[in-house]
């Protein structure tokens, strides 16, 4: 049984950093896409960052871009999310997400990812 699990979550005051961990155990990891999104109350899910184990492409959505980050440590089956230049609207609860074949259009869709972490709320202040 996969299981992702977030953590790095906090509050920061805007134009701060933080960095989100995602651990994950449960099977074989060589071949994969994970994902990042985000949710805040009253909205829908949004995409965030994933990567693509096979050849390190990164993907990002447009209100993040030069903003974050997204990074993988194979040996230890973990990917982080780099978040610098925080501002208030990056206030949500991120979710990382993870399926073996996503295709590079549908990266970007909640639909095309089978696992979930629990998330991790992100409070930044203005």
């Known amino acids: 049984q996969v299981q992702l699990v977030e953590s790095g979550g906090g509050l920061v005051q805007a134009g701060g950093s933080l960095r989100l961990s995602c651990a994950a155990s449960g099977g074989t990891f060589s071949v994969y896409v994970m994902g990042w999104f985000r949710q805040a109350p009253g909205k829908e899910r949004e995409f965030v960052a994933a990567i693509r184990s096979s050849s390190n492409t990164t993907y990002y959505g447009d209100s993040v871009k030069g903003r974050f980050t997204i990074s993988r440590d194979n040996a230890k089956n973990t990917v982080y999310l780099q978040m610098n230049s925080l501002k208030p609207e990056d206030t949500a609860v991120y979710y990382c997400?993870?399926?073996?074949?996503?295709?590079?259009?549908?990266?970007?869709?909640?639909?095309?990812?089978?696992?979930w972490g629990q998330g991790t709320q992100v409070t930044v202040s203005s």
């Open positions: 997400a993870l399926d073996l074949y996503v295709s590079t259009l549908r990266v970007y869709f909640v639909d095309e990812y089978h696992y």
